[in-house]
C-alpha cells in the first residue's frame, strides 16, 4: 500500500552444508529438507521465494540480505550460538563445550560492521533486490575460537569434547565480491577486536 522497501533477513544456512567454498550468491546450497535445521533452512529459503515472486508479480522494494554468522554486546547469554557460549563459560571458569572435533570453521562478523551493511543495503538502488552475502570472510575453526577465547578471557576452562549435532555445516565462508561491489561496504572490525568488545559486555552482563 506505501510502496515500502522491504528487508528480508536471509540466512548464510540457505546454503545448507555447503559444497562449494567460500559461497557465493549464486550457488544453489545442499540442504537436508528432513534434517532437524531444515525447518529454519528451508523457511528462509521458502521466505526468498515468496520475496521474489512479490517483486516479479507486484514490483515490490525487496531487499534479501543474506546474514552469515554475526556476534557482538546484546546477545543473550543462552540463546546456544557458540560466541556467547564460549564467552559466558570462560569467565564462569566452567567447561568450554566444542562440538565435535572443532574443525569445523566459521567467519564471524561483528554487528556493527553487519548494522552498517543493512544501511547500505535499504540505500541501495532500487534495481537490487538481492540476495547478497553479508559476513566477514575470515574464516576460523571452532577449536581456535574456543582457544582464543579462554586466553582473552584468562581463564582457568578446560576444553571438552561434545557431539557434533547433526547436519552441522563443515565450513562456513561468505563470498562478499557483490556487497563490496554493489554497496561499497566491506566489515572493518576483526575478530579480535570484537571479542575484546563482547567480553566487556558480557563481564558486566554475569557480574
Ligand atoms: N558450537 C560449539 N559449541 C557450542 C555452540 C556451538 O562447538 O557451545 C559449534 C556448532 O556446532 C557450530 C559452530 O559452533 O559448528 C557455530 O554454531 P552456532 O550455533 O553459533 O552457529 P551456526 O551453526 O548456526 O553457524
Request: hydrophobic fraction near 30%; charged fraction near 25%; proline fraction near 5%.
Amino acid at each position: 500500500k506505501y510502496k515500502a522497501k522491504i528487508l528480508q533477513a536471509s540466512t548464510s544456512e540457505i546454503y545448507g552444508n555447503p559444497l562449494e567454498h567460500p559461497q557465493k550468491e549464486n550457488y544453489w546450497g545442499n540442504v537436508n529438507s528432513i534434517g532437524p535445521r531444515a525447518c529454519y533452512d528451508e523457511g528462509k529459503r521458502c521466505a526468498e521465494t515468496l520475496f521474489h515472486d512479490y517483486y516479479r508479480k507486484h514490483g515490490l522494494g525487496i531487499k534479501i540480505a543474506r546474514i552469515f554468522n554475526t556476534y557482538g554486546e546484546r546477545m543473550a547469554q543462552n540463546d546456544g550460538r557458540v560466541i556467547s557460549n564460549f564467552i559466558v563459560q570462560a569467565l564462569k571458569n566452567e567447561p568450554v563445550t566444542v562440538y565435535g572435533d572443532g574443525s569445523q570453521t566459521r567467519s564471524f562478523c561483528y554487528v556493527s560492521d553487519m548494522i552498517e551493511s543493512f544501511i547500505k543495503l535499504m540505500d541501495s538502488d532500487e534495481s537490487f533486490p538481492g540476495p547478497v552475502n553479508l559476513g566477514n570472510p575470515d574464516e576460523t575453526s571452532i577449536l581456535e575460537i574456543a582457544q582464543k577465547i579462554i586466553q582473552m578471557t584468562g581463564s582457568n576452562s578446560k576444553i571438552i569434547f561434545k557431539n557434533l549435532p547433526s547436519d552441522d555445516p563443515v565450513h562456513r565462508k561468505p563470498d562478499i565480491t557483490l556487497a563490496k561491489k554493489v554497496l561499497d561496504w566491506e566489515p572493518e572490525v576483526e575478530l579480535e577486536q570484537g571479542l575484546v568488545r563482547t567480553i566487556e559486555y558480557f563481564k558486566k552482563m554475569i557480574s
